[in-house]
């Protein structure tokens, strides 16, 4: 249900949407239904499973940081489609990438 979270722009309607679709799903493990009148914090209790706000919002956090430990091996390119297509670059060619073309590291 949170495969590819991390690039999500969260919009208070998609967390909404998200934690409907969590709550049903426990519904069903539960064997509830929404006639039984049982509260989500009593069904998140019997279940315990993490608000699925929290969790997309800690994955963000974890991407967040893998991007900015590993920022420099990324690449943003743009495809045919116009796609965002990472591309993994070795480090000499982003090093050479870094000086205008005919300048020098001594410069």
């Known amino acids: 249900m ?5 690039t999500w722009s969260l919009t208070m309607g998609l967390i909404r949407r998200l934690r409907v679709t969590q709550r049903g799903m ?11 009148q049982i509260r989500k914090e009593e069904i998140r209790r ?22 900015a430990r590993c920022g420099a091996c990324y690449d943003v390119r743009t495809s045919s489609r116009d796609k965002d297509v990472f591309a993994l670059r070795s480090t000499a060619s982003l090093i050479s990438g870094l000086y205008a073309p005919g300048a020098s590291r001594a410069d």
């Open 2 to 6: 949170t495969y590819g979270s991390e």
């Open 26 to 36: 426990q519904r069903a493990m539960l064997g509830v239904f929404l006639r039984d």
């Open 46 to 67: 019997r279940t315990r499973v993490t608000d699925i706000a929290q969790l997309v919002a800690k994955l963000k956090w974890q991407w967040a940081g893998h991007i």
